[in-house]
C-alpha cells in the first residue's frame, strides 16, 4: 500500500523537481501535488494524507506594488556592510576568547546580508505567510496529519515562526548553480529526504495509508 505525501508549493519548477526527481525514486509513496491548499482538498477528495510536505516562501497577495528593489539602492545598503578586512582587523592582538571574536565579526557579515535579503523578499512580495497559512489550514481540515516544511529561502527567523506554529520538520531544498545542477542534487538526495519523511509519518499513530 502506497503513503499519500501531499506537496503543496507554488512554483511550476518545484513541482517538476518533486514529479521527476523524488516521487520517482520510491514507488510506496504517492505524490499528491497542488499550488494552494484548495487545490489539495479537492485532488484529496476524502481521504487522508500520510504526511503533507509544504513550501515555506510565497507571494503575498496583500503586497499590492512588488518591486524589484533597484540595483543601485543595493549598492548603498552594502557599501556600509562590515568587509573581511573588519574581520581580521587587529584580530592577533585581542585580548580574550579570539575563537569567539572572530566568528561575531563574520557573523556581522552574515547578518548583515541576511538583513538585506529580508528586505529585498519584502519589497517583491515573498515571506513566509504562503506557508505558514497552508499549515494552519491544514491543522484545521487534517488533524493529526503530519506536516513538515520544505524550503530553500528560508532563514533563522522563519524557522522559529514555523515550529511555534506547530511545523513537524523543516527540509532544506538542495540548490545549485544552474537548474541543472539542482536537479542533480535535488534528484541525490532524494532518498535521505524520503526516509526522513517515512521517520516523521511512522512516529505519528494516525499515520494514513492509501
Same mark, same amino acid.
Given at each position: 500500500?502506497s503513503?499519500? =505525501? &501531499?506537496?503543496?508549493?507554488?512554483?511550476?519548477?518545484?513541482h517538476?523537481?518533486? $514529479?521527476?526527481? =523524488?516521487a520517482? &525514486?520510491?514507488?510506496?509513496?504517492e505524490? /499528491? $501535488?497542488? #499550488?494552494?491548499?484548495s487545490e489539495?482538498?479537492?485532488?484529496l477528495?476524502n481521504?487522508?494524507?500520510?504526511?503533507?510536505?509544504?513550501?515555506?516562501?510565497?507571494q503575498? +497577495?496583500? /503586497?499590492? !506594488?512588488?518591486?524589484i528593489?533597484?540595483?543601485?539602492?543595493?549598492?548603498?545598503?552594502i557599501?556600509?556592510f562590515p568587509?573581511?578586512?573588519?574581520v581580521? *582587523?587587529?584580530?592577533?592582538?585581542?585580548?580574550?576568547?579570539?575563537?569567539?571574536?572572530?566568528?561575531k565579526?563574520?557573523?556581522? =557579515?552574515?547578518?548583515?546580508w541576511?538583513?538585506?535579503?529580508?528586505?529585498v523578499?519584502?519589497k517583491?512580495?515573498q !515571506?513566509?505567510?504562503?506557508g505558514?497559512?497552508n499549515? *494552519?489550514?491544514?491543522?484545521a481540515f487534517?488533524p493529526?496529519?503530519?506536516? /513538515?516544511? #520544505?524550503t530553500r529561502k528560508?532563514? =533563522?527567523n522563519?524557522?522559529?515562526a514555523?515550529? +511555534? *506554529?506547530g511545523?513537524?520538520g523543516?527540509?532544506?531544498?538542495?540548490t545549485?548553480k544552474n537548474?541543472?545542477?539542482?536537479r542533480?542534487?535535488?534528484r541525490? !538526495?532524494?532518498?535521505?529526504?524520503?526516509?526522513?519523511?517515512?521517520?516523521?509519518?511512522?512516529a505519528?499513530?494516525?499515520?494514513?495509508?492509501?
Amino acid at each position: 500500500m502506497s503513503q499519500i =505525501i &501531499c506537496f503543496i508549493d507554488d512554483s511550476g519548477f518545484e513541482h517538476a523537481l518533486v $514529479q521527476d526527481e =523524488i516521487a520517482v &525514486c520510491d514507488p510506496h509513496f504517492e505524490f /499528491v $501535488q497542488a #499550488y494552494t491548499f484548495s487545490e489539495a482538498r479537492s485532488l484529496l477528495k476524502n481521504v487522508s494524507p500520510a504526511l503533507f510536505l509544504l513550501d515555506l516562501w510565497g507571494q503575498d +497577495e496583500t /503586497v499590492t !506594488n512588488p518591486q524589484i528593489t533597484p540595483q543601485e539602492d543595493v549598492l548603498e545598503k552594502i557599501s556600509g556592510f562590515p568587509a573581511l578586512a573588519d574581520v581580521y *582587523a587587529d584580530l592577533s592582538d585581542f585580548k580574550g576568547d579570539v575563537g569567539n571574536e572572530y566568528l561575531k565579526r563574520f557573523f556581522a =557579515i552574515v547578518d548583515s546580508w541576511r538583513n538585506l535579503f529580508e528586505s529585498v523578499c519584502a519589497k517583491v512580495g515573498q !515571506n513566509r505567510k504562503y506557508g505558514l497559512s497552508n499549515l *494552519a489550514h491544514v491543522r484545521a481540515f487534517y488533524p493529526g496529519v503530519p506536516a /513538515v516544511f #520544505y524550503t530553500r529561502k528560508s532563514l =533563522i527567523n522563519d524557522a522559529v515562526a514555523l515550529f +511555534e *506554529a506547530g511545523a513537524d520538520g523543516l527540509f532544506i531544498k538542495p540548490t545549485g548553480k544552474n537548474d541543472d545542477e539542482t536537479r542533480r542534487l535535488t534528484r541525490e !538526495n532524494a532518498p535521505l529526504l524520503l526516509k526522513k519523511i517515512e521517520r516523521i509519518i511512522d512516529a505519528y499513530p494516525n499515520s494514513r495509508k492509501a
